[in-house]
């Protein structure tokens, strides 16, 4: 018995190994290269490996690029997932930080039932992509259709406005966390709240948790556990910074400081939106 | 005395809030949002809180995006600095997650003498730039040419491969670290290296950490505290599986049993790749 487990993981390593090493990443727009190549026997590896997940990452001007990219990185180990990048054109868009992407959908085009639909954060992006009716307009869509509605960082400030976290427990990158309540969410502690199929991750590094965190929900514990070896997510920040909570005062004030004017402005664009396309 | 430091705090904040929060990124390509506006009072702000960096990220075919953009994040919050992408030429670059990014530079129009050259890592397709000349011949120059040598994951054996390695201590992902002896590196444990001015970072989510720590070196602490504020870098993985002696021993077996070949073939061609670059 000992040995025929043996075996079998030996088999599982093979397949796991041909499929991530030889393009491991799960293709946008319809090319797979990192599909199972016909030859491979695929009864050597545990059948729930394997999925057939549609995933898709918002995109819009100003987004922070680090918000997609951590976890576009864990998802594209979910073997036989799509993932798309979805934006209003296919225009190329800008990041926050000056990145340049191209997207692989627009919005008519995006209208299906996503397994998971991820909208990240921002700024002053942020802030235009609330404003923007036809991008709240998708949001809620692609929301409503999708299995899981999930954001990092502000991104949930622009699921609320589509009106997508009324009554879920949520939560936001730290500055913005206080607003989660003008569309009836309730501000929730955690490195990422799920609350039903709702996840909301805080700002933009607990992306990556949130992320690998649900790989182990698609596949399982030792699967998510390999991503994490493969990205040798060992992290080691050089301060204890990166909450309020734990930087010195000075430095969350000065941060927190920032954001009075955003902070807002965002208040006000997301009631607005929340109460045009909420209304009863 | 205490009334003026507070006041001046209180101005820095100001300062700080106006150039991050108003187009926090440097700008690539020549604008630059992220620079002071001309009526900002900017003796209130501490001198070495605005520099003007060169940074550049090299990209190519299959690169990582994650080992890039976790430290462009960083780097981009440096006031004044200014971060290019670099390619062999301007044509979209796709990563090896699918991710399709356009560059800001070509080789040739990005051979200057930047602060900060960093070379991400990837697998097949750092492989195929070890392989190309025109990229290992570009690594080299920017390399030689640079303030700090910087890579993260296998970009450190494109930087060996390029000879830039060569009597250093280094560090690369796990998988590939024992190459780094091939090009005279000593394989060195950290979750990043320091070397005089080369700094290589573990594999991919290890550019984080190595990237806030420069921000330090550059600024000063509290800057680098309140950019991992920004970023609420208080990361929580969900396992303990981020390096090969902490993760299950099967499951390291499994991700190192993916890259037997991906090692073979680039101990092969970094090695001549360095022999035929590095002849004395």
Not at 65 to 71: E, F, I, T
């Amino acid at each position: 018995m000992m040995e025929i487990d043996r075996r079998r993981v030996g088999e599982a390593i093979a397949a796991f190994a041909a499929l991530l090493a030889s393009g491991r990443a799960p293709a946008m727009g319809g090319e797979s290269p990192g599909r199972v190549a016909p030859s491979h026997d695929m009864s050597a590896m545990p059948a729930h490996w394997h999925g057939k997940e549609r995933v898709a990452f918002l995109i819009y001007p100003g987004f922070t690029a680090l918000d997609m990219v951590g976890p576009q990185y864990m998802f594209a180990s979910l073997m036989g997932a799509k993932i798309d990048i979805v934006a209003k054109s296919l225009e190329p868009v800008r990041s926050d930080t000056g990145l340049i992407f191209t997207p692989s959908k627009k919005f008519d085009d995006a209208l299906v039932d996503f397994d998971i639909f991820c909208v990240p954060g921002g700024t002053q992006g942020t802030l235009a992509a609330i404003r923007d009716e036809a991008t709240v307009a998708y949001v809620r869509e692609a929301g409503q259709r999708a299995r899981f509605v999930t954001s990092v960082c502000t991104g949930s400030i622009l699921l609320g406005a589509a009106g997508l976290l009324d009554g879920y427990r949520a939560t936001s990158h730290w500055v913005t966390k206080p607003l989660l309540s003008i569309f009836g969410a309730t501000p929730t502690d955690g490195r990422f709240v799920r609350d039903r199929n709702r996840i909301t991750a805080e700002g933009v590094t607990a992306g990556l948790d949130f992320a690998l965190s649900l790989v182990a929900d698609l596949r399982d514990e030792k699967y998510a556990q390999g991503v994490q070896l493969l990205a040798q997510y060992a992290p080691a920040p050089p301060f204890n910074s990166g909450e309020p909570e734990t930087a010195p005062k000075d430095v969350t004030k000065m941060i927190d400081g920032m954001f009075t004017q955003l902070k807002q402005d965002m208040r006000e664009a997301a009631g607005a939106a929340y109460a045009k396309y909420n209304k009863p």
